[in-house]
């Protein structure tokens, strides 16, 4: 499609441009339409509005295609790792043997947090979220790189600033882990590698590496993989705001962590555990709760099922399913949660609520399962998705520094509160 869409108002017509994607995806640019017509559009909850042009992930919802950079993900799982697929969403190439050697040690020089940091962690109360810890951290840890926040060279040093987030969100994450549960801090060990060096960090005892199971390690790198980038959703919608407005990487990663902790975004993982507990409690088999979930008694859903954009499956859910079936079948766990998880599945899969509504597992449904059989706490789901997810908002910030063409980011609203009245003193209000 090319050419103009005409717009129809009060009788005057407005041509407006037509925006064609590299595969195909079309949008109408309505940049002009206040400064010619005075109407803004309205789309609450932007599932109709693109709000930037971008090169790095592509979605087909309606065929469950995802793609990083134009590799397909099932390729990506398949074929590639956590941090050579960072650097391909980071810098938009797959690195040479030479670029991935040098991001690599990138991540090993960065690994380490600055020591000052410790003392942030010891003024969270026990009782603190892992995704509040992050966020602060962080946020907190800019403090530590005047270079980043301001200076000429901010730019030059990207690559510097990038590896080191990349590193040290995992580092701040097994700290916080190992805070929440008093245990005593491990440091990175240069030997392993980025996934492993998370289960280090995280399980490890001051004088016993933890012995490493390459099914797991598979496993989470698959993780932080398929949760790598995802083109538009709330979290880097979030980044690229906030570093619409020229903050610094680490800031507009906090705010990115922020808007992932919730439910119906990040936190859908931690959800569907704690779904899974309370049918438990309640003795329930999960065909109680599925019944309230399509009566929609107190407004119940089926969490880890369902998504904005994925309308027949999720690519990622069918990759992540396969190896959550390996884990299971290698640790030969018995739980009641994942009993009740897999009857779940089978029934709402089979279920006409679900499928005329196009309500399949998501990704989360899985990963979830998983990170439970290895021992990964509950409250440590979302964390384990901001840790996948930062080279994909890092990649989101760097376009949006480098886009000549960027602006603050700055929506309009339909106002709808009360129109001009007069202050009316304390004592003459009713
Ligand atoms: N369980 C039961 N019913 C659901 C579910 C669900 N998980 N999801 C949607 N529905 C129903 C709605 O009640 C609605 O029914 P109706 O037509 O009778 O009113 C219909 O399906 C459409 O629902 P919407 O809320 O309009 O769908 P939307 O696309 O806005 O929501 C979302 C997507 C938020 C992911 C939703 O499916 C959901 O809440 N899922 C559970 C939470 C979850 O797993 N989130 C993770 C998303 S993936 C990620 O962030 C990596």
């Known amino acids: ?96 043997a030479a670029q991935l050697a040098e991001f690599s040690a990138l991540l090993t020089d960065n690994q380490m947090l600055h020591e000052g940091m410790r003392f942030h962690f010891e003024g969270f109360p026990p009782s603190a979220h892992p995704m509040a810890i992050l966020s602060a951290m962080i946020n907190a840890a800019s403090s530590y790189y005047p270079n980043m926040v301001s200076g000429k060279n901010r730019q030059e040093r990207f690559p510097h600033h990038a590896a080191r987030l990349v590193s040290q969100v995992r580092t701040i994450a097994a700290f916080s882990y190992r805070k929440a549960h008093g245990l005593p801090v491990i440091y990175p060990k240069s030997k392993f590698k980025y996934t492993e060096n998370f289960l280090h960090l995280m399980f490890s005892m001051p004088n016993e590496d933890l012995e490493l199971n390459p099914e797991i390690v598979r496993a989470l790198d698959l993780i932080f993989l398929l949760h790598a980038d995802h083109e538009q959703n709330c979290s880097t919608a979030t980044v690229r705001m906030v570093a619409s407005s020229r903050a610094n990487l680490f800031a507009s990663a906090a705010a990115g962590v922020c808007a992932l902790w919730g439910p119906l975004h990040g936190g859908a993982n931690q959800a569907v555990l704690e779904m899974l507990e309370e049918i438990h409690r309640e003795g329930d088999d999960g065909s109680k709760f599925l019944t309230e979930v399509k009566n929609k008694t107190g407004n119940r859903r089926l969490m880890g099922f369902g998504h904005r954009v994925y309308k027949n499956f999720d690519p990622r859910a069918v990759i992540i399913k396969e190896q959550c079936d390996k884990v299971l079948a290698q640790l030969h766990k018995s739980d009641p949660l994942l009993d009740i998880a ?65 602006r603050i980011a700055r929506p309009r609203q339909i106002y709808t509160g009360p129109t001009p009245r007069s202050y009316v003193a304390l004592d003459g209000r009713a």
């Not at 042009?53 to 956590?82: H, M, N, P, V, W």
């Not at 059989?373 to 509950?378: F, R």
């Open 1 to 96: 499609m090319t050419g103009t869409a005409e717009l129809i108002i009060d009788n005057k017509r407005l041509a407006l441009p037509i925006v064609v994607g590299s595969e195909g995806e079309v949008g109408i640019d309505i940049a002009t339409l206040r400064d010619k017509t005075g109407c803004i559009t309205l789309d609450p909850g932007y599932g109709n509005t693109g709000a930037c042009k971008s090169a790095i992930t592509f979605i087909d919802g309606e065929k469950g295609i995802l793609q990083y950079r134009g590799y397909d993900i099932a390729e990506l799982a398949a074929k590639s790792t956590f941090v050579e697929t960072s650097y391909l969403l980071i810098y938009g190439e797959l690195p040479t």
């Open 342 to 406: 897999k009857r779940l599945e089978e029934i709402a899969l089979h279920d006409d609520y679900f499928i005329s509504r196009k309500l399949y597992p998501n990704v989360d449904f899985y990963s979830g399962i998983i990170m439970r059989a290895i021992g990964i706490p509950m409250d440590m789901f979302t964390v384990m998705f901001a840790i996948g997810r930062m080279p994909g908002w890092i990649a989101n910030f760097k376009e949006v520094m480098e886009d000549p063409d960027s």
